[in-house]
C-alpha cells in the first residue's frame, strides 16, 4: 500500500482507458440525443469562450491573481484559440471532466463517472484533460507516448491524419 505502479503498468491502464475514451466519443455518439446535454447541446466556440475562457479570466486572473482584467482586452486571442481547437477535431460524445477522479477501477476494469458535462465535442479535448490531469503528473515522455497511441487508434478508426489530430489536442490543452 502507498507505494506506485511501475511505469509500464501505468502506461497499460492509460491505454486501456484511451480506449475507453474513443469507444465513448466514437461509438456512443451514434445514439447520444445531444438534447440530453446539460448546458449546450456541443462543444463549440461559444462554449469556449463563454465557460474556458471567461471563466479563466474570473477565476484565475481576476480572482487567484487579484488582478482586473476585462474578458474584452483578451477577446482577440481568446476568438484565436478557440477557431484552432475547433479546426481540427475528431467529433463525438466527450465527457467533459475526464480527470482521474472520474475514473474508478474496480477488478482490473476502468470506469467513467460524473457524466453532467457530457456533450458532443471534440476527442482531443477529453484526452487532453486526462494527460494533463491537475492530480496525476503524468512524465511528458509517457503523456508523448500515450498520445502517440492515441493517434495511432484514431487515426485506424477515422482516417485522420495525425498532425492534424496533434494540432487539436495542443489547442484543446490550452
Known sequence: VGRE?????????YKTIIDIIVELSLGAAAGYDPAWA??????????????????????FLNGYLGR???????????NGLADKAMENPVMGLMHRDLQSRNIMRNKNRFYLID????????????????????YV???????????????????????MAGDKFR?????CCL
Not at 511501475?6 to 497499460?12: D, G, K, L, N, T
Not at 458535462?117 to 484533460?129: E, H, N
Not at 494540432?167 to 489547442?171: K, M, P, Q, S, T
Open 167 to 171: 494540432d487539436c489536442f495542443r489547442y
Open 137 to 159: 503528473e503524468l512524465p511528458q515522455a509517457t503523456q508523448s507516448r500515450l498520445l502517440d497511441y492515441s493517434i495511432e487508434i484514431v487515426g485506424q478508426r477515422t482516417g
Open 5 to 13: 505502479p511501475p511505469e509500464e503498468i501505468i502506461f497499460s491502464w
Open 68 to 78: 482586473r482584467d476585462s474578458f474584452d482586452a483578451h477577446a482577440a486571442e481568446f
Open 115 to 134: 457524466f453532467q458535462g457530457a456533450r458532443l465535442g471534440p476527442l482531443q479535448y477529453d484526452l487532453a484533460s486526462l494527460l494533463i490531469d491537475p
Open 38 to 59: 446539460y448546458q449546450t447541446a456541443a462543444y463549440d466556440k461559444a462554449l469556449i469562450l463563454e465557460k474556458e475562457c471567461r471563466y479563466f479570466i474570473d477565476a
